[in-house]
Each structure stands twice: as C-alpha cells, then as structure tokens.
Nanobody
Framework: QVQLVESGGGLVQPGGSLRLSCTTS????????MGWYRQAPGKERELVAR???????QYADFVKGRFTISGVNGGNTVYLQMNSLRPEDTAVYYC?????????????WGQGTQVTVAS
C-alpha cells in the first residue's frame, strides 16, 4: 500500500499563484509516474499534468504556459506550480502516483486538496 500526502491548496485571487506538493510513503517500490488531476463540482475528474520518471511530462491544454509539474525523476515527491490562476481553475486537486513492484504496477490517489480562485 502506498499513501500520498498532499498540501498547498487554498484560496487565491485571480492571477495569483499556488504551489501544490505531494509525497508518497516509502517502501519496496519505485515510482513510475506521478501527476495531478482535478475535479470541479458537477464535472468529471480530469488530467492537469503528469510526469513520468525519466523526464517525460504531459499537460492539459488549459494549463499549458501557466502550470509546471516537477519533482519526479527518482524521487517520491511531485510539485505543481500554478501561476496566473483563473476562477475556472477552482477544483479539488488530486495527486496520483503509479508505483511499481517488479512487473506489477498499481495506481494510488491522494485525498485531494481544495484550490479556490476567487476575488
């Protein structure tokens, strides 16, 4: 079992910035990838950004140029720097980690952290 602990959410004005962080528990596994998803009220959970151990990153079109994911690449912590935040970025942000034991890979989720963008 892998636990994920998220932090960094909160209330910010439009145009402001927040930095989310997520750390996994330690164990006899390697982290294959980590990422951030979000879910707004009444909407489905959607990918925000994802980073594969080794350097490949993926961003949703709606955050390109505003958000930056970092911290994966042999580690167990991922960050999401969010700049130029907009009211439509308001959502619960969930951390996701793909943990690998040999050939077995499982996906885990954090509890979510609320991000509210409002004036």
């Amino acid at each position: 079992q892998v636990q994920l602990v998220e932090s960094g959410g909160g209330l910010v004005q439009p145009g402001g910035s927040l930095r989310l962080s997520c750390t996994t528990s330690r164990g006899k596994f390697t982290i294959a990838a980590m990422g951030w998803y979000r879910q707004a009220p009444g909407k489905e959970r959607e990918l925000v950004a994802r980073s594969v151990n080794g350097g490949y990153t993926q961003y949703a079109d709606f955050v390109k140029g505003r958000f930056t994911i970092s911290g994966v690449n042999g580690g167990n912590t991922v960050y999401l720097q969010m700049n130029s935040l907009r009211p439509e970025d308001t959502a619960v942000y969930y951390c996701n980690a793909d943990a690998r034991w040999g050939k077995v890979e499982r996906s885990y989720w954090g509890q979510g952290t609320q991000v509210t963008v409002a004036s």
